[in-house]
């Protein structure tokens, strides 16, 4: 439990010092999002889930508000708690990934295989790809 005090207190530090938005921030952020376990997400409005989206590589705790139900599904790629969910509430859910990490690791895996397969910028792209392609193609059937 001392190391995600300690985690947490080292992000709190390094997000209160990016406002500057030095390198030296920057790469600090990227540093702590390379060593994280979750991406606490609770959103009062988000209405292109992208960030969700790609925290499903790691796993994320979010709230049901706006889109992310369509980016997030519960406990397939992370947990969705209800719309407006106190502190409390996502603190309750971190303890008990704790304290069952089987459970944890189970989401984690859900969650990378989610990304892998449906939440990631080279799936996204197939898939423009796909529907410009059938519009071309069933433009050139109409000529």
């Known amino acids: 439990m001392a190391h995600f005090q300690q985690i947490s207190t080292q992000m709190w530090n ?5 406002i500057k938005a030095t390198q030296a921030n920057c790469s600090s ?12 997400h609770p959103a009062r409005f988000d209405p ?3 960030v969700s989206s790609e925290a499903a590589a790691f796993g994320t705790i979010t709230n049901n508000i ?5 980016s997030v599904k519960n406990s397939v790629s992370g947990i969705v708690l209800p719309k407006d969910s106190p502190s409390e509430a996502y603190a309750h859910t971190i303890v008990d990934l704790i304290h069952d990490p089987k459970r944890y690791y189970r989401l984690c895996e859900a969650t990378r295989q989610c990304y892998e397969q449906e939440l990631n910028w080279d799936v996204a792209g197939k898939r423009v ?11 050139k059937k109409k000529q």
């Open 14 to 18: 390094m997000l209160d010092c990016s």
């Open 29 to 40: 952020i990227l540093l702590s999002i390379k060593i994280a376990n979750l991406l606490i």
């Open 48 to 50: 292109s889930p992208i």
């Open 66 to 70: 706006s889109g992310i139900g369509t």
């Open 129 to 139: 790809m796909e529907l410009v392609h059938g519009v071309v193609a069933e433009y």
